[in-house]
């Protein structure tokens, strides 16, 4: 065997060994799950498909690679990942349409469970900040008063005023 298959041999076994000790996708960073490193004979041989079957997903738009010099497909983690659920799918009967329906769904749920996370953040933050805001109100003289949380500025004196809209 020449020594450039072996290399490559080796070297898939290694990315199969590498991806299957990463069984659980959220163990791996968000930039390396999305970061485009295997060509279309090392996807397809990760997703236990045949290379002409990952072109034609490409085509109709079910998992689309990112392209390395305009031309060669380039499959991250996440896309080996989504073409291992999309050959269990099919050989669970679901077409080819209701396939692409379902990562539709997934990726707009992905896409929420983000900004409810930034949202909670940002309200957490916004909790750490108000919980150190300073207070001011008015007081008895018109002037701006420092207050404490939940304390009210003391009124100056207990007369009522009376005021008419002209």
Same mark, same amino acid.
């Given at each position: 065997?020449?020594?450039?298959?072996?290399?490559?041999?080796?070297?898939?076994?290694?990315?199969?060994?590498?991806?299957?000790?990463?069984?659980?996708? =959220?163990?791996?960073?968000?930039?390396? =799950?999305?970061?485009?490193?295997?060509?279309?004979?090392?996807?397809?041989?990760?997703?236990?498909?045949?290379?002409?079957?990952?072109?034609?997903?490409?085509?109709?738009?079910?998992?689309?690679?990112?392209?390395?010099?305009?031309?060669? =497909?380039?499959?991250?983690?996440?896309?080996?990942?989504?073409?291992?659920?999309? $050959? $269990?799918?099919? $050989?669970?009967?679901?077409?080819?349409?209701?396939?692409?329906?379902?990562?539709?769904?997934?990726?707009?749920?992905?896409?929420?469970?983000?900004?409810?996370?930034?949202? =909670?953040?940002?309200?957490?933050?916004?909790?750490?900040?108000?919980?150190?805001?300073?207070?001011?109100?008015?007081?008895?003289?018109?002037?701006?008063?420092?207050?404490?949380?939940?304390?009210?500025?003391?009124?100056?004196?207990?007369?009522?005023?009376?005021?008419? $809209?002209?």
């Amino acid at each position: 065997m020449p020594a450039r298959r072996v290399t490559a041999q080796y070297t898939r076994l290694r990315i199969r060994q590498n991806v299957a000790e990463c069984d659980d996708p =959220r163990m791996l960073a968000a930039e390396h =799950r999305h970061a485009a490193l295997f060509v279309i004979s090392v996807a397809a041989e990760l997703a236990d498909m045949h290379p002409q079957t990952l072109r034609q997903y490409d085509r109709i738009g079910l998992v689309t690679p990112r392209r390395q010099g305009g031309r060669h =497909r380039r499959y991250s983690p996440h896309d080996v990942d989504q073409l291992r659920e999309i $050959q $269990q799918l099919s $050989q669970e009967g679901v077409s080819l349409e209701g396939i692409r329906r379902v990562i539709e769904l997934q990726n707009e749920v992905e896409e929420l469970q983000s900004e409810v996370a930034e949202l =909670r953040s940002q309200l957490r933050e916004a909790e750490r900040a108000s919980a150190s805001a300073r207070v001011f109100a008015v007081g008895p003289h018109g002037d701006v008063v420092k207050l404490a949380r939940g304390q009210r500025p003391q009124p100056a004196t207990r007369e009522l005023v009376v005021w008419r $809209q002209r």
